[in-house]
């Protein structure tokens, strides 16, 4: 069973709420909005794993928010949907940090495979950067005790 948070942020109701409801059908735990803006409001509210970001809306675009997504939350993976009409700005988004894009309409099996894989990739990023911290911790105790005396 899956069991990570999904984002959804399209610009297009009924294609949106067809994707909560399918995904969450699926287990998986699904918030959707319709904007660039919720999606950033939202981010500093509540912690999601993988987002599915449409790259044309109204307002602040899908690049745009995904560089502030990335500035926000490092590791979190995105995957870009899009139009035939803009692939280039999914490879676009791709190169800004996005681990996938995806063209509308897009195969439910498809998006959720790229969806488990990207939660697999930030998985792994995250136990990579515990273990580094954990021997960072062995290695100079003394030092991360000085750095955390520092912060406070």
Do not use: W
Request: hydrophobic share 40%; with cysteine.
């Amino acid at each position: 069973m899956d069991n990570f948070r999904v984002l959804i942020v399209d610009d297009e109701d009924d294609f949106r709420e067809s994707l909560v409801n399918r995904f969450a059908k699926r287990g998986l735990s699904v918030t959707g909005v319709e904007s660039g803006e919720e999606a950033l409001k939202i981010l500093g509210e509540k912690l999601f794993d993988v987002v599915i970001l449409d790259v044309k809306m109204p307002g602040m675009d899908g690049i745009e928010t995904l560089r502030k997504m990335k500035m926000m939350k490092p590791l979190m993976e995105v995957i870009m949907l899009t139009g035939h009409a803009t692939i280039e700005s999914g490879v676009e988004g791709m190169k800004l940090g996005a681990c996938e894009y995806v063209v509308k309409p897009a195969d439910i099996n498809v998006m959720l495979d790229k969806m488990r894989k990207a939660y697999e990739r930030k998985k792994a990023r995250e136990e990579e950067i515990m273990q580094c911290k954990i021997s960072e911790l062995e290695a100079h105790p003394g030092r991360v005790f000085k750095q955390i005396k520092e912060k406070k």
